[in-house]
């Protein structure tokens, strides 16, 4: 188990002062804590980004532009899956006895459909 690293009142001041500014990656890196504890530690002082760098991040690459339709615009749950059918020459391989394997178990089929049925 490992135990919780406490922040001290230099992070804590730096924090405060970078916060607004900085990825919470850059800082995490920089305290040596996950981004997931920066941002907790900066839910609890009552933080936020800054409204440049919010701006600033909209320009960022991976992010919907103004205007963007997405692929799925008025479809409504998950698309249905379709059950793709085997061709004809793999439904034909599929009941030949050549691909069984164990070799008893395609003798004895072969024996029961060459007698009609019975097993004995």
């Known amino acids: ?8 009142r230099e992070e804590l001041y730096e924090m405060t002062r970078l916060y607004p500014t900085f990825f919470n ?3 995490a890196e920089l305290f ?3 981004p997931k504890a920066v941002a907790v ?3 609890r002082l009552g933080l936020k980004k800054s409204e440049a760098f ?4 909209k320009q960022l690459p991976g992010r919907f532009q103004k205007g963007h339709i997405p692929h799925n615009k008025g479809a409504r749950g998950k698309a249905p899956k379709k059950a ?3 061709d004809k020459a793999e439904s034909e391989h599929l009941g030949s ?3 069984m394997p164990n070799p008893f178990l395609s003798k004895r089929i072969k024996r029961l459909r060459n ?6």
């Open 54 to 57: 919010i701006e600033g991040c």
């Open 32 to 34: 040596g804590r996950s």
């Open 41 to 43: 530690c900066a839910a």
């Open 97 to 99: 006895l050549d691909c």
């Open 1 to 8: 188990m490992s135990r919780i690293k406490k922040w001290t």
């Open 84 to 86: 793709a059918k085997p």
């Open 115 to 120: 007698s009609g049925g019975s097993s004995r």
């Open 25 to 27: 990656k850059a800082l």
